[in-house]
């Protein structure tokens, strides 16, 4: 049996799992106090709620990898403190972000999650983390999602121009 058969909680990380695993908890910890951010920000109910998941997603995300990076004596990024609450009322209208922004900041942020998940996947020779970041994957597909689908309800989508020729038209 070599190093890399067995339990795989038993085996090395690689550099790449290592530097992946920690700039990914890096950018969920600003991620939360992005969201945190933007939660002071948000007047639409609904986009709160969706912030909230985001920021519940991002914490419990952090917690696994924390575990991962310090199971495998792996320092930890610094990590920025968490935003006080704020009231909307109390922002200036010019210095707040918009609904609609944030609506589609949130749509990007998730669109980037899903691809560095899905590279980490695929460099991971290690099968529990890349099982969890297929986990985590899926979560920010399904965040995306609902996302997509607030964006559409409240009309804070814009679209790029449209093509509707068909080839049959021609």
Known sequence: MGILSGNPK?????YGEV?????FLMASQDGIAGYQTKLNHAGDEDLQKLLQEAIQQCQQESKQIEELLKENGVGLPPAPPERPNACVEDIPTGARFQDRETGAGLSAVTAAGLVACSQIIGQSIREDIAMMF???HTQKATLGAKALRLNKEKG???PPPLHHTNAKDC
């Open 10 to 14: 038993d085996e090395p990380m690689h």
């Open 19 to 23: 530097f992946a695993a920690w700039s």
């Open 134 to 136: 297929g986990q985590f």
């Open 156 to 158: 804070w989508l814009i």
